[in-house]
């Protein structure tokens, strides 16, 4: 069935280093790619998404594009704070179903 | 603007006694909504899912049930919790038809 695998953890990082997390997908159809984000003690949050291909999700200074030919869909940040640790998650919906899959997550910790 | 609660947020329980824990969404109407458990250092793990009232679908098999007596109420149980049943529960919503789901803030349950 339709999946995700993700980097494994966990990551640390000092502050200001680049962030890279690998996701990578498997899908017979044309799949919407996400990546959520989990603070300790949280629920999940939406950080972005990226419904077709060669599109770019964005937001908090994170980056992801949905690159079809390679089926992966990175997580990239130029240069992360203390405040981006946290657990962050790659997701895909699996085509005619309402559940998504999820990665199993990759803990990343920013040291000062 | 859509919300989503859960309570409690923290709850201690010893083995065998009976679960229940609620999710409501404010903003919205006919949501498919989601319970979800995470084991701790663990990703995600779909336990039951809805697509409408007394519409419930169950993911893994297990000693939790649930239940949806109000279009935007979403009601986890249990009759006898084992040790097993520790974890977060996360409750989580999207619109009928769209896949992002929108996560709560969680409850963290522990069995003793």
């Known amino acids: 069935g339709d999946s995700v695998t993700q980097m494994e953890g966990p990551v640390t990082l000092s502050e200001e280093a680049f962030l890279t997390i690998n996701c990578t997908y498997t899908a017979t159809g044309y799949p919407s790619l996400f990546w959520y984000v989990q603070y300790p003690g949280e629920g999940l949050q939406l950080l972005l998404k990226?419904?077709?291909?060669?599109d770019k999700g964005s937001n908090k200074g994170f980056e992801a594009t949905y690159r079809k030919e390679t089926t992966s869909f990175h997580l990239e940040k130029g240069s992360v704070q203390v405040s981006d640790s946290a657990v962050y998650f790659c997701?895909?919906?699996?085509?005619?179903?309402?559940?998504?899959?999820f990665g199993a997550g990759t803990t990343v910790t920013v040291r000062a | 603007s859509q919300t989503i609660h859960q309570w409690p947020a923290t709850l201690v329980q010893p083995v065998g006694s009976p679960l229940s824990l609620e999710c409501t969404v404010e903003?919205?109407?006919?949501?498919?909504l989601y319970w979800y458990r995470q084991a701790a250092g663990r990703g995600l793990q779909l336990l039951f899912y809805s697509v409408g009232i007394g519409q419930i679908s169950s993911e893994v098999p297990q000693n939790l049930s649930a239940s949806r007596p109000q279009d935007r109420q979403f009601i986890l149980s249990s009759k006898k919790l084992l040790l097993s049943d520790s974890g977060f529960y996360l409750c989580a919503w999207s619109a009928g038809g769209a896949k992002t789901q929108y996560f709560g803030p969680g409850t963290r349950l522990l069995v003793l």
């Open positions: 903003g919205t109407s006919n949501p498919n």
């Open positions: 990226a419904t077709k291909a060669d």
């Open positions: 997701a895909l919906d699996p085509s005619n179903d309402y559940k998504l899959s």
